[in-house]
């Protein structure tokens, strides 16, 4: 898989298994897509055990794992953690997104068919996010 975690990512990812007083031997950062959000697929995290069919993706002693349902969407996504003012958390660089709404939690998979979008690329400005 070509997912890749950033350092900052692996070591927040390793700071919330401690909080959450979970082992990294036994449990990582499950990412997978689901419908919804603003823009037609949303990313999801949770604190999770590896499935058997899952991708693992491992960094500086801490994992992710993605469903085989989730992967086309996320070859070759960047997760990072960034710190702002106004926003912090996990995000994910993904070069499978056609657009991303606004907020960053939700993004319309590249058209590869040739059909038109299901979105309104007018309404592709964040607007209707809600966390």
């Known amino acids: ?26 449990q990582g950062l499950r990412l997978y897509i689901e419908k919804g959000g603003c823009a037609g697929m949303n990313y999801a995290m949770k604190i999770d055990a590896p499935a058997d069919s899952d991708e693992i993706v491992e960094k500086n002693g801490v994992r992710v ?26 995000k994910i660089q993904n070069p499978n997104a056609a657009r991303s709404c606004g907020c960053g939690t939700s993004f ?10 299901a979105y309104d690329p007018e309404t592709m400005d964040g607007t209707a996010c809600k966390d």
């Open 1 to 26: 898989m070509s997912l890749t975690l950033t350092e900052n990512a692996a070591e927040h990812l390793r700071e919330l298994l401690a909080a959450k007083n979970a082992s990294p031997d036994e």
């Open 65 to 90: 794992f993605v469903d085989a349902d989730s992967l086309p969407y996320l070859q070759g996504a960047e997760v990072d953690y960034v710190d702002a003012l106004n926003d912090a958390g996990f």
């Open 108 to 117: 319309e998979p590249a058209n590869k068919s040739g059909d038109e979008p």
